[in-house]
């Protein structure tokens, strides 16, 4: 079994507590908060299953990884705090431990991160023998793989668009939905996460990875940017109201420039309210989806919709990109020590995880 430790109990933490536990090749053995309130409480809990793990979180980042652990599934935040992110994920791979995180953007392709950012890490791999991969939570396998997989079927290309379309009333991060994305706002005000340039800081790397795995060169990446304001007032069921007149819905595009066209796209479609810029493409469920169109001979539509935690589709989409990054853990740990990306690191059939009893527990 590889020990395992979850670093943050947020919504991706919850998603990959849960992961960790269902992985039959993995054992969890610690967990780690910031919350002094989490504090002592059983992991179990903290995911939202119904019952004790017995593991117990604890704050003491040096105690857990003093125990070696071999992998560190690293859940915290590097939205506003990226320079926190990196220190505490260049600790663990000094520890040794093979880490997997989707907090720092700019690895998602390594090979174009900045020095700045690349170099320490492959300085910590180089001292510690840990190894790094990084994939998105918007979900990265959304922004690659699928999109990839799907491009073996077809003849022709004209573009590949990957889009995340959802409604955030139900996405309990309050503090994301309403200042990084700008829900509620006043439509002069600029939201962090559609600044100029800082969707292709984000998602550039995964235009960059689809480019390189299908043999196209970029003229370059561009962004397109539209805000929607709410028509009315409207009350969501986790974080209040939102009113009239003040950002409710946003579109924006990353585009991979071709030949002189946008032939690969990453696209955004985000809700406060479903009657927010009706127009806009629909998630076909009303929650949230994420959907690859190819467009060329044939034409190929996938839309793939992910539900956990009682049916909340956004948690959905944030355990489908934790799964990704946990089934990945035991093959790493089989690889040489290195700075991994999407490409590297294979997606491969989840053996061994079909549920015996009915608890989330897998027969091991």
Same mark, same amino acid.
């Given at each position: 079994m590889?020990?395992?430790?979850v ?6 933490g ?10 039959p090749?993995l054992a ?7 919350d002094?309130?989490?504090v ?15 593991v117990i979180?604890s704050?003491d980042?040096?105690?857990l990884l003093?125990?070696?652990p ?6 915290a935040s ?5 320079d926190d ?9 000094r ?6 995180t ?10 174009n ?11 910590a ?5 840990g190894?790094?991969?990084v994939?998105?939570?918007?979900p990265?396998?959304g922004?690659?793989?699928l999109?990839l997989l799907?491009s ?5 290309i004209?573009?590949i668009?990957?889009?995340e379309?959802?409604?955030y009333s139900?996405?309990d991060q309050?503090d ?12 002069d ?6 600044a100029?340039?800082?969707?292709t800081?984000v998602?550039?790397g995964?235009i960059?990875l689809?480019?390189? !795995? *299908?043999?196209?060169? #970029? ?8 805000r929607?304001?709410?028509?009315? %007032?409207? /009350?969501?069921r ?13 579109r924006?595009e990353v585009?991979g420039?071709v ?10 479609v985000?809700?406060?309210?479903p ?7 629909q ?19 996938v839309t793939?919709?992910?539900e956990t935690e ?11 990109a934790v ?7 035991d093959?790493l740990?089989?690889?040489d020590?290195g700075l991994?990306? !999407? *490409?590297?690191?294979p #997606? ?6 079909f ?6 527990? %897998?027969s /091991?």
């Amino acid at each position: 079994m590889i020990s395992t430790i979850v670093w943050g109990t947020g919504n991706v933490g919850r998603a990959a507590i849960r992961a960790v536990h269902a992985h039959p090749g993995l054992a969890l053995t610690g967990v780690l908060v910031h919350d002094p309130d989490k504090v002592g409480r059983d992991a179990g809990r903290l995911a939202g299953l119904d019952h004790d793990l017995g593991v117990i979180a604890s704050a003491d980042t040096e105690a857990l990884l003093a125990r070696a652990p071999s992998a560190v599934v690293y859940a915290a935040s590097g939205d506003s705090r990226p320079d926190d992110a990196l220190r505490d994920i260049l600790s663990a791979i000094r520890a040794g431990a093979v880490v997997v995180t989707p907090a720092l953007y700019p690895l998602y392709d390594p090979r174009n991160a900045p020095a700045e950012l690349r170099e320490p890490v492959l300085a910590a791999i180089a001292a510690g023998g840990g190894s790094l991969f990084v994939s998105g939570i918007d979900p990265g396998w959304g922004n690659d793989v699928l999109p990839l997989l799907i491009s073996g079927v077809a003849n022709r290309i004209d573009t590949i668009r990957c889009q995340e379309i959802f409604d955030y009333s139900s996405y309990d991060q309050p503090d994301s939905v309403r200042y990084l994305v700008g829900m509620g706002q006043p439509m002069d005000y600029e939201p962090p996460m559609t600044a100029p340039g800082v969707p292709t800081m984000v998602w550039g790397g995964q235009i960059r990875l689809l480019a390189r !795995a *299908l043999g196209a060169e #970029l003229d370059g990446i561009r962004e397109t940017l539209d805000r929607r304001a709410l028509e009315t %007032t409207v /009350r969501t069921r986790t974080m209040g109201d939102f009113e009239a007149g003040t950002q409710g819905a946003v579109r924006f595009e990353v585009q991979g420039v071709v030949g002189g066209r946008p032939r690969i796209v990453i696209e955004h479609v985000t809700r406060i309210h479903p009657d927010c810029a009706p127009d806009w493409p629909q998630p076909p469920g009303g929650a949230g989806a994420h959907r690859i169109i190819i467009d060329g001979d044939p034409r190929i539509d996938v839309t793939v919709e992910a539900e956990t935690e009682g049916g909340n589709r956004a948690a959905g989409g944030n355990a489908t990109a934790v799964g990704r990054l946990v089934n990945a853990i035991d093959w790493l740990v089989d690889a040489d020590p290195g700075l991994y990306d !999407a *490409l590297d690191v294979p #997606l491969r059939p989840a053996v061994g995880r079909f549920s015996s009893d009915g608890t989330g527990r %897998t027969s /091991r």
